[in-house]
């Protein structure tokens, strides 16, 4: 009787500290955790979930578009890519210097933000916290960016980095083609991270 009652206590803690934990990293709540942990697409490092803002979203799903503050339109409004490392699985730091690069995307209109390691855009006042088609003159051709810490030379296009620590780079693609929606990985070319310079890296 004395065991049985120890088993049942022991489950009882176990599902006491499980359940919650659980709950916490399927919503994306646990310290750490990015919107696009569980995202269903990958396309070159690009994670995507297009359930983010459908009716049919799971409440995990809804929990972690509440928690990291997406805008979560429906897919056939906007659908988002989220890279937190390099073209070299490196991750994204304020301390490095990159190139972003890349050519039209599969939408009427899109945009590369950058945000911190808590989903927040960094606390800066450079006012370069993004970039866009319409910025860039990219709709239809090539385009580049610089990310860092540093203004970059005059006349480039620039995003901030600055206080952002391992920070993250979210594409948003508005009003998105058919062909995305049906077939993402045969679609989207998405920008290529080049890691240029380090701080304190050996020239």
């Known amino acids: 009787m ?9 489950a009882l803690i176990i599902g006491l500290i499980a359940g919650p934990a659980s709950a916490l990293y399927m919503a994306g709540l646990w310290p750490g955790m990015k919107p696009l942990d569980f995202g269903d697409i990958e396309i070159d490092g690009w994670r995507s979930d297009f359930a983010i803002g459908s009716e049919a979203a ?3 799903t809804r929990a972690r578009v509440a928690r990291h503050g997406l805008l979560g339109l429906a897919k056939s409004e906007a659908v988002y890519f989220t890279r937190t490392a390099d073209n070299e699985e490196r991750p994204l730091s304020e301390n490095c210097n990159y190139r972003i690069s890349g050519g039209a995307m599969p939408a009427n ?6 945000y911190n390691d808590e989903s927040f855009l960094p606390d800066n006042t450079d006012g370069a916290l993004s970039v866009d088609a319409t910025q860039l003159g990219a709709e239809d ?34 009003m998105p083609r058919e062909a995305l929606l049906e077939a993402p990985e045969n679609t989207l070319m998405p920008p290529v991270i080049e890691r240029l310079s380090c701080e304190g890296e050996a020239s």
Not at 2 to 10: D, Q
């Open 2 to 10: 004395i065991k049985r009652i120890g088993a049942y206590g022991l």
């Open 58 to 60: 799971d409440p995990y």
């Open 109 to 114: 209109w899109w945009s590369i933000t950058l």
């Open 141 to 174: 051709g090539p385009w580049e960016a610089m990310v860092s810490a540093q203004r970059p030379k005059e006349g480039m296009a620039w995003i901030s980095s600055k206080a952002a620590g391992n920070f993250d780079l979210t594409l948003r693609l508005y």
